[in-house]
């Protein structure tokens, strides 16, 4: 009986995120949604039978299919696909003592990235080459941040040993990246580390930093690395920062690496991140795609020397 009832709010809930997301991927094309947001919880129905434009037309179609797929089956992946929704958006308060609870992270983290890391809907391409495809999405948050969605592929020339091996090696990546004020390890426990990476200001943005656990998990000729930002009460960097600035918050951040020749690899990046900007996704999205071709460029460079 309870499973049933979670159940049930399970679908609710999902069919109300369809609507925040809808009412979000819209915004942009000026659509104006107030008046089926304001209630939306108490009165979804009737509001939903109020308005008969087109735009709600479509948008019915949309829970209509949805509901269809509704069946107790779907049910699981349902809820599934919530918990790692709030898997992303939480971010963990933990102490450097815990690494257990780490690992687990990393764990989790590793699923959720399997999980999402094909899902393409509501992305656009911008970029479509051989060895480059990048695709960027926006979702606003409450306090009207754009949370920037990032996919992107990429090759290199070396093995995933040589790669994990540069990653590691933080002094190496500050000397590559101009941005970059400060690089440092704070824990190292096998294949997890906690990181502290603190950027100086770029173009639009003022100094950004983050606290994030990376973990990785190696699979025959495949391997996994996530970051995940987390909160660590009193936390210090070595270096500390001459200006002011803001903590901004990984998601979550993956990369799933694959040996496709003797020495070649494919590097597919999911990157989900709260910048804490609030400037309009037309502002920054080709910007983005320009930093991660000049990150790819100075990798490619690197194991090409
Ligand atoms: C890999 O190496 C080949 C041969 O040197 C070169 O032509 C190619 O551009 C390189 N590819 C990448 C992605 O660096």
């Not at 200001?201 to 996994?224: H, N």
Request: proline share 2%.
């Amino acid at each position: 009986m309870f499973r049933i009832y979670s159940c049930i709010r399970q679908l609710l809930i999902s069919c109300l995120n369809i609507f925040k997301y809808t009412r979000v991927e819209n915004a942009e094309k000026g659509y104006q949604m107030e008046s089926v947001n304001r209630d939306i919880e108490s009165n979804m129905n009737a509001e939903l039978r109020a308005h008969e434009d087109s735009f709600i037309q479509n948008h019915e179609n949309k829970i209509e299919d949805f509901e269809n797929k509704a069946n107790f089956q779907d049910c699981e992946q349902i809820i599934d696909e919530e918990s790692i929704r709030q898997f992303i958006d939480d971010i963990p308060h933990i102490s450097f003592q815990q690494t257990e609870q780490m690992k687990e992270i990393g764990e989790r983290a590793v699923a959720a990235l399997n999980s999402v890391i094909d899902k393409m809907e509501g992305f656009e391409l911008l970029e479509e080459e051989q060895d480059f495809n990048f695709w960027i999405k926006y979702v606003e948050t409450p306090e009207k941040y754009q949370i920037g969605i990032m996919k992107y592929t990429y090759t290199l020339n070396t093995t995933i040993d040589s790669y994990l091996e540069f990653m590691k090696d933080l002094q190496l990546q500050k000397s590559m990246d101009n941005s970059i004020d400060a690089f440092e390890k704070h824990l190292e426990d096998m294949n997890l580390q906690i990181n502290y990476l603190r950027y100086k200001k770029i173009m639009f943005m003022d100094p950004r930093d983050f606290l994030y656990i990376k973990y990785s998990d190696r699979k025959g000729d495949d391997c996994i690395e996530i970051s995940k930002s987390i909160q660590v009460d009193n936390f210090q960097p070595q270096e500390l920062s001459a200006k002011q600035c803001t903590r901004a918050v990984l998601l979550l951040s993956g990369n799933l690496i694959k040996q496709i020749e003797e020495n070649k690899i494919m590097i597919t990046t999911y990157s989900e991140c709260n910048m804490k900007l609030k400037l309009k996704p037309v502002m920054t999205k080709q910007a983005s795609k320009n930093e991660i071709k000049k990150m790819v460029k100075r990798y490619r460079d690197h194991f090409n020397l």
